[in-house]
């Protein structure tokens, strides 16, 4: 079954259940404490906390989003993109426990024949909060799950709330088991590669009160209780297309063919050779950074313009790992719009703008690379062997002189085991700007003329990225 088709099926099967699609909202959120939409619910908020009234009070949506979180798991795990689609279903004091868990396990079992996803019910597996019986009965009772394949969880995974005085409740996670030949027995709380999470049901029950990580009193029962659900699109494509994992299926596939055909190697789907691993990694990046230029976000050195910036990276220097040194978006791009196109038409009529920005981009890059690299591999030939670490001197000369932003030499180092003195290369770039407030300062009185303090500009910018990280992993939304 193609992506768009089971978008096609989750918007029909919600819609016809009294529930207002609702379109998707921008990657870049409206949330100032948040880079991106992480997660379907983040759009629907202020209805989820009782901040605003919904003009509704059920409401689904297939919602784009992209967790940078998630970037290094990309390729490695068969499951995390950087950008994927989270299908929901919303309550907002309507239907609850009973209502969500009958619709999930309606949508994913019922026949293809019947409009739904005709999952075999018997490879189905759930988990629930560890004192959440109300959940674990209502498995019993609606799907007719065995105890032994209703599995307890604790905060960590199975409570959500947003970090703060509000709302909070257990969930409960859809697992999809892909047999023994993908790990060991025992559920999910055994192994997360053999079963596979496919859809999160967040139960909004309780008020939460004041209190720091999971720690805080619950004061009571919501009057309006909400439902938020989170099925993943590439996951549930995936098992379905019947391929080993989500940059496989047929929204992401096109791109990585054409990559192993540019480097000349051949895909095998194994899960730890780097080769395939590069693969994985160019086609879910490109992809990534599309729909991010067509959401607006354009290439820069700090914010969302660092992680569109980061990922267009991160891709190029795998194509070049690959054996590809020329410039290869202007092969791949053109295929990730092809694939998406059916779903989002305006990668498609917006293509010559984000084409022009991401090449761009790729070719500034590629000048970068070409001219540090060499030196980079001979300082790390240097210190190469146990416990290899680059000065932060050399660092410095590398981000000076070649433009290298620091996460790259790290990133590069690390390949060859060698670490990096972080510490003494932030030192020197703080010792370089006051060295530049200074010209500056001298500038203005009349003295010496230098453009270190122009350099500085853009330096402060680079070394500001670190925040959005934490930015994401602190985040109120699961
Ligand atoms: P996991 O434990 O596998 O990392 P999660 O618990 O972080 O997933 P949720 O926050 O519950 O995921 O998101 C709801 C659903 O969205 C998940 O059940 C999954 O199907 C999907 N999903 C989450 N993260 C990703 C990702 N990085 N790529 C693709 N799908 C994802
Ligand atoms: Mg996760
Ligand atoms: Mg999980
Ligand atoms: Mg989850």
Known sequence: MQTAEIRRRWLQFFSERGHTVVPSASLVSDDPSLLFNIAGMVPFIPYLTGRETPPYTRATSVQKCVRTLDIDEVGKTTRHGTFFQMNGNFSFGDYFKAGAIEYAWQFLTTPTSGGGLGFDPDRLWVTVYLDDDEAAELWKKTAGLPDERIQRRGMDDNYWDTGQPGP???????????????????????????????????????QRGEGRGKDYPILGELAN?????????????????????????????????????????????????DDDVRLRVVADHVRSAMMLISDGVTPSNEGRGYVLR???RRAIRAMRLLGVHGESLPELLPRSRDAMKASYPEVETDFERISRIAYAEERAFLRTLASGTTLLSQEVDKVKGAGGRLSGRQAFTLHDTYGFPIDLTIEMASEQGVTVDEESFRALMAEQRDRAQADARAKKTGGVTDTTAYRELRDAGETRFIGYEKLQSDSRVR
């Not at 257990?170 to 060991?184: A, V």
């Not at 098992?239 to 990559?259: C, F, H, K, S």
């Open 225 to 273: 209780k909400n439902i938020d659900t989170g099925m993943g699109m590439e996951r549930v494509a995936f098992l379905l297309q019947g391929v080993e994992n989500m940059y496989e299926i047929d929204e992401v596939r096109p791109v990585l063919d054409r990559a192993a055909e540019l480097a000349g190697v051949e895909y095998g789907g194994r899960e730890s050779h």
């Open 310 to 312: 980061r990922l267009l």
């Open 168 to 206: 909070a409740g257990p969930c409960s996670e859809i697992y999809y088991d892909r047999g023994p030949e993908y790990g060991l027995e025992g559920g999910p709380i055994a192994d997360e590669d053999r079963y596979i999470e496919i859809w999160n049901l967040v139960f909004m029950q309780y």
